[in-house]
C-alpha cells in the first residue's frame, strides 16, 4: 500500500486513469487530504462508491506520531516517532515574516561531517515523501496555523534520498497541496555533484544553500568526507553551472568553529574564492554538542570575519540562532533519544 501523503497530483492522476476514472478526480482528492484535511477515502462525497473502494485498497492514511516536543519562546522541537519506530527531528522557527520548519530528509545521515550530531549516527534508511510532507501536516496540526516556509536542513542529505525529497517538493509546493511557494523551500546539501546538476534539470524555483564550512579544499577534507569524492573546485564550477541555468542566488552556509575556520586569513581566502559570484553567506554559530569536540567560533571572530568578507565585497549574514537551549539544533534531540534507548536497550539485555 501507499502512503496518500506521499503521492504527487500527477502520479495521482496517472493511477486514476488506471483503474479507469478521471484526472480531475486528483485535485478533488488533494482538497479533501489537504484542505478539508480528511483521513479516509469514505468522506470524499463527491467521490463513487466504487471509486472510493478501489482507493482505499491502494492507499492508507497512516500517520506518523509526535512523540516529544520541546518549546521555548520562538522555537518548539518536535521528535517523530515513524511506523517502524525509527525518529526524526522537526524544528518551527517563529520569524517576524511567519513560520518556517526545518525538516529531516534521512533517519541519520551517511555524510560523516566531523562537526554534526546526526552524521555521528549513520543513516538507518532514506525517509519516505510521506514522511516528510507529514513533519509539516503534524505540526500545522499541533499549532492550529499555517506554515509559511520550509528548510531541508534537518537530520539527513537531501540528495542522497533524490526521489523522495523532489516528490515531497512537488506535494508541499502544489497549490492543491500545502501550497508552500517554491521561494519558500530552499534545500540544502553538502554539495553531491551530480544530484546538483539533476536538481538544477527539475528547474524548480527553490533556494539552493551548499554547506562550505572551509574556504579550501584541504581543511574541507578534514571536516566533510564528501570533499573526497566531490572536491571544492567541482563543487564551485557547478554551483557557478546552477546560478548561471536558474538565474537564482546560491546561499553559501558556513558553520564558525573556534580555531579551524574562523581566522581572517581564511575569511580573505573565502572571499577569493566566491569573488564575483551571485551568492550570499551565511555565517552559523556552531551549536556543540556532548559528544564532539569543536567549539563555537567567539562573536568577535565571528564579526571579524564578517568584516572581512564584507569588506571584499561578499554578502554576508549571521544566521539568527533558535533554540538552542531546547537541543533544536541539528539532530540532538533524536540523537538523545537514539541514546537513552541504547542504554536501556543493554540494562535489559
Ligand atoms: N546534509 C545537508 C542538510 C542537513 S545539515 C547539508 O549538509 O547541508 C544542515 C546544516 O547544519 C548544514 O549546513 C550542516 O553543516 C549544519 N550543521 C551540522 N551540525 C551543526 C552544528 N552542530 N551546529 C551548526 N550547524 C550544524
Redesign the pocket.
Known sequence: MMNIYGITRSDLENFLLLIGDKKFRATQIFEWVYEKKVSSFSEMSNIKKNIQDKLADMFSFEKIKIKKKQEDKLTKKYLFELEDGNYVEAVLMEHDYGLSICVS?EVG?N?G?A????GRLKKVRDLKAHEMVQQILLVEEDIQKRISSVV???????LDNYDNVMSFIKIINDAKGTAIGARHITL???GIIPKIRDLMAEELQINL???L?APNTQLRNKLMPINKAYPLKDLIEVIKEYIEKTNRRVTI?Y?MLKDINDNETQAVELAALLKGMMVYVNL??????NH?EFKRASKDKVMKFYDTLKKKGINVTIRKEFGSNIDA???QLRSKEVWYENILFNWFR
Open positions: 530528509s545521515c555524510m561531517c562537526f554534526c550530531e546526526s531541508i536542513m534537518g537530520i539527513g542529505e537531501p540544502s546539501t553538502c544553500a551548499i554547506s564550512h552556509e558553520i552559523i554559530p556552531y551549536n556543540e554538542t564532539i539544533a541539528c539532530g
